[in-house]
Structure formats: C-alpha cells, structure tokens
Antibody, heavy 122, light 107 residues
Framework: QLVESGGGLVQPGGSLRLSCAASGFTFSKYNMFWVRQAPGKALQYVSEISYNGGGTYYGNSVKGRFTIFRDNSKNMLYLRMGSLRPEDTAVYHC?????????????????WGHGTTVTVSS | DIQMTQSPSSLSASVGDRVTITCRASQKISTYLNWYQHKPGEAPKVLIF???NVQSGVPSRFSGSGSGTHFTLTISTLKPEDFATYYC?????????FGQGTRLEIK
C-alpha cells in the first residue's frame, strides 16, 4: 500500500515536502508518480521518478518549482514543493507505475494512496 | 500534450442500468488508454488498462473498448457501489494526461 503525509496549509511562495511510504511490494523495482486533484477539478499528472531515481519528469505547471526524489532503503517517495501558488492547492496522491508492455511505454497506475491535502493560501 | 475529452461530464442513472462513458483523444493513441474509478476521500482505482484489459479483482460488469482516438467504458448492470467519478488516461506519449472526468450519480 501507499500512504502519503506532509500536507498542510502554506502561504503563497512557501515550501512543503510531501512523503509517501510504500509497503507490501519491492519498492525499488517500480517507477513512481505524484498525481494531484485540485478542488472540483480532474486528476492531473505532477511528476514521475524512475525505479532507481536516475530519471525524473515533471508536468509543465510544476517544472522548476517541484522536485521528486526517493530513498529506496527506506521505501519512501518524496515531493519537495517550492514557490507554491494558490493553484497548487490540491489533494496529492502517490501512485505506482505498472508496465503492461515492456517493448513500448504501455503503463498504468495500479496502486494509489488516499492522498494528502495541500492548501496554499494567505 | 495529448488532450483527453470525456462525455458526458455527468450522468444520472439507476441501479441495474447499463451505462457507457466515452473518451476521445486529440491524436491517435493506439490502445494506450486506461480507466480509473475515484470516490471522494478514497484512492483512485484502476479498472481497465490497455483499452480493454480488466484489472485483476475488478468485477466483470466493467468493460472497455476502442482504439485510435475513440474509447468507451461500459458498466453492464449498475450496482450502488459504482456511483463515483470515472477518468480515462492516456499513456501513449508525453506526460500521462487524464480526461476531465465523468461523475456518475444516482437518479
């Protein structure tokens, strides 16, 4: 399972670090995602990290402000969020990437956490 | 980025009804299309991957079809626990992108 933590209320321009604790599977074998849902809005991809941390990818709305990283020795995924804006207010979910076609990029998100709430407001 | 558009945005139906949700991609994505169910306060749950493959543990009343730019999710006989929001998501290229969601409500 995946359990997120670290959300809270932060002022615009502030920073926050989210955590995601993984259990029940070999964490170091999987790429991981952060996906968010703003109030009343759809799910939105935030970031992805490769199984060994060697590759990191970001959505355009967070590029340059957020950093994804992981500690495989602790089965932990993180999201460091900086220069926060009101539009970053959302529930943040971590999710595991499952591959169904190793010859292409075919994948889906097979395990999700319940999420942690981030509110950016003065 | 590839844009995903779902229809309808909301849908009222009764227990026992057959329901179909449509998802269109802004460009051809072969069958790199997944469907998720999301209930408030819960973790999203994958239902269908690669357009038509039912995830292990998902009831057989859920099915998916389509390829290219047009996809559908069908629930054959609605049960009370199926009232939720449903999202399609492409994994063909670039960042994964989701549709805007279809909220399925009890009539």
């Amino acid at each position: 399972q995946l359990v997120e933590s670290g959300g809270g209320l932060v002022q615009p321009g502030g920073s926050l670090r989210l955590s995601c604790a993984a259990s029940g599977f070999t964490f170091s074998k999987y790429n991981m995602f952060w996906v968010r849902q703003a109030p009343g809005k759809a799910l939105q991809y935030v970031s992805e990290i490769s199984y060994n941390g060697g590759g990191t990818y970001y959505g355009n709305s967070v590029k340059g402000r957020f950093t994804i990283f992981r500690d495989n020795s602790k089965n932990m995924l993180y999201l460091r969020m900086g220069s926060l804006r009101p539009e970053d207010t959302a529930v943040y979910h971590c999710a595991r990437r499952a591959e169904y076609d190793i010859w292409s990029d075919g994948h889906y998100m097979d395990i999700w956490g319940h999420g942690t709430t981030v509110t950016v407001s003065s | 980025d590839i844009q995903m558009t779902q229809s309808p945005s909301s849908l009222s139906a009764s227990v026992g009804d057959r329901v179909t949700i449509t998802c269109r991609a802004s460009q051809k994505i072969s069958t790199y299309l997944n469907w998720y169910q999301h209930k408030p306060g819960e973790a999203p749950k994958v239902l269908i991957f690669a357009a038509s493959n039912v995830q292990s543990g998902v009831p057989s009343r859920f099915s998916g079809s389509g390829s290219g730019t047009h996809f559908t999710l069908t629930i054959s006989t609605l049960k009370p626990e199926d009232f939720a929001t449903y999202y399609c998501q492409q994994s063909y290229s670039g960042p994964p992108t989701f549709g805007q969601g279809t909220r399925l409500e009890i009539k």
